[in-house]
């Protein structure tokens, strides 16, 4: 449906007047480009673009949304697309421009705009020798990452980013301006991390004194994966909540901008950052160091840095990954993930990766959102780069397969951001959360005019 059909071009002209960003509909230049998000794989058409400058522009353009019976979807980066729906006839939000951060280093606390990305957060933090619980890619969108719980490399100390959240700025599905904490608007401030309510327009945060760490990577080949796996899987049972740490089967593509010694090569890297100084942190990996890796990055470093550990893709890119949140990872879920995914593996997949969870984030926080804690201790996420349409298949199949494999070790409900395909929010959040959201929906967005990355159905009871 083109927006010119149904929108008179008066009320457009109304809007762009009314607005500092920018708005586009198709047929446009500079539509392609606007409704373009992270992962370019994803291709929806949305019947208008707005490129929102400030809060106000959002709630502006939720009042057009809502005169011309349009639903709204409000992300910023477009890294978590994948789950949407199709936005045929929507409005895309964008808040991509606004990313403003302002650090306090008396409270410790910082307030981000809903555009900004991981990056705009940990660089002005770590000047006061701070730091937010950013997860594994600078480029990720601190909204998106946080509502859908956020889970990084200080998370089993700190817990997950959405329960370090002191406030959110929020347009209401009828176009107000809402300031949500733990004395305001509490329910909306609860259900807007997890539930699609609302255009969060910026957030607050605790941040935490974190200046350097003991961190870095152990490469070793991936025909030593299943050695190597039961090694980690053993080690993450001894170690304290400071350290958090993650077992990758990555293949490398033979690209020349990649340094030689991993250039088209296939390795099992564990990954691991540890809140301590060089002598405790080498005394923590000592066991994994001793497995002899072939490359070894392990040392002090600026926790602004940790956003290059996993070696996430610097540049936007078509993808296609799947998670699942496992109770376990014993033995036999191990040898089970090296069939599917280790050296004899025949698989277009460039990165399986599973997390250890535990710690801080199994215990629920007094002003937590709808994700009060994570009942599973790992997180399995399998991901490839989908070029050509032979690939996309292929991806997809194979991330199922991996995620299938472990099925017998599944938790009892999927993680919210590291699940890519489309569920709704009772499938990435526990059966209590979903509830009380059901309720909440219903009170501020009865008609479902917001469209989340996993929906929430409203109801009344
Ligand atoms: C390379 C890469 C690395 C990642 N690493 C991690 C990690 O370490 N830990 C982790 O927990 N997750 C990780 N993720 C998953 C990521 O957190 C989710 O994909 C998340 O949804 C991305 O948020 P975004 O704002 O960048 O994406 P977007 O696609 O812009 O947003 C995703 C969804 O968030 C919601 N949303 C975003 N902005 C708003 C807003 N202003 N108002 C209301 N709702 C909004 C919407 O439901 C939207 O559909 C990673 C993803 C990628 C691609």
Not at 230 to 240: F, K, L, N, S, Y
Not at 253 to 277: N, Q, T
Request: charged share 20%; proline share 9%; hydrophobic share 45%.
């Amino acid at each position: 449906m083109n927006i010119a059909d149904t929108m008179a071009g008066r009320d457009l002209d109304a809007l762009r007047a009314a607005i500092a960003g920018q708005v586009f509909i198709p047929g446009e230049a500079g539509y392609d480009q606007a409704r373009q998000g992270w992962n370019l794989a994803v291709d929806t058409r949305p019947a208008i673009v707005v490129e929102a400058g400030s809060a106000a522009d959002v709630a502006q353009a939720v009042r057009h949304a809502r005169a011309h019976g349009m639903r709204i979807a409000p992300p910023g980066t477009g890294h978590g697309a994948e789950p949407l729906e199709p936005l045929d006839g929507a409005m895309l939000l964008r808040t991509t421009r606004m990313r403003k951060v302002r650090i306090d280093p008396a409270t410790h606390t910082a307030r981000a705009e809903a555009g900004a990305t991981w990056q705009d957060v940990t660089d002005p933090a770590a000047e006061h020798g701070l730091a937010g619980l950013a997860g594994s890619s600078p480029t990720v969108g601190v909204a998106g990452y946080t509502l859908g719980g956020g889970l990084g490399w200080l998370a089993r100390r700190y817990g997950l980013a959405a329960n370090s959240v002191t406030a959110a700025e929020v347009v209401t599905p009828g176009g107000d301006l809402a300031r949500a904490d733990a004395s305001h608007e509490s329910d909306l401030f609860w259900a807007i991390r997890g539930g699609g309510v609302g255009v969060l327009t910026a957030l607050e945060m605790r941040l935490y004194s974190v200046g350097e760490l003991y961190a870095g990577n152990l490469f070793l080949p991936i025909g030593r994966a299943a050695e190597v796996l039961h090694a980690w899987r053993e080690w993450t049972d001894t170690v304290p909540d400071e350290v958090t740490s993650l077992a990758h089967l990555v293949r490398f593509p033979p690209l020349p901008e990649l340094p030689e010694p991993l250039r088209g090569r296939a390795f099992i890297v564990i990954e691991a950052a540890c809140l301590s100084d060089t002598g405790t942190g080498a005394e923590l990996t000592g066991p994994l160091r001793r497995l002899g890796p072939e490359r070894d990055t392990c040392a002090m470093i600026p926790a602004a840095a940790l956003g290059q550990l996993n070696m996430d893709p610097p540049e936007p890119g078509p993808s296609h990954g799947d998670g699942a949140f496992l109770a376990g990872f014993p033995a036999a879920a191990i040898d089970a993930l090296v069939a599917a995914a280790g050296p004899d593996a025949d698989t277009p997949l460039s990165s399986v990766e599973v997390r250890h969870l535990g710690g801080a984030l199994t215990r629920p926080v007094p002003g937590g959102g709808a994700q009060p804690s994570i009942d599973a201790s790992y997180l399995l996420f399998a991901v490839g780069a989908t070029p050509t349409p032979d690939l996309v298949s292929a991806v997809r199949a194979q991330a199922q397969a991996v995620k299938h494999a472990l099925a017998p070790w599944h938790a009892s409900h999927d993680s919210y951001n590291f699940k890519q395909t489309p569920a709704p929010a009772n499938a990435v959040l526990p059966p209590a959360s979903y509830h009380r959201l059901q309720q909440i929906k219903a009170a501020y967005d009865p008609d479902q005019v917001i469209i989340s990355a996993h929906p929430v159905r409203p109801i009344r009871s």
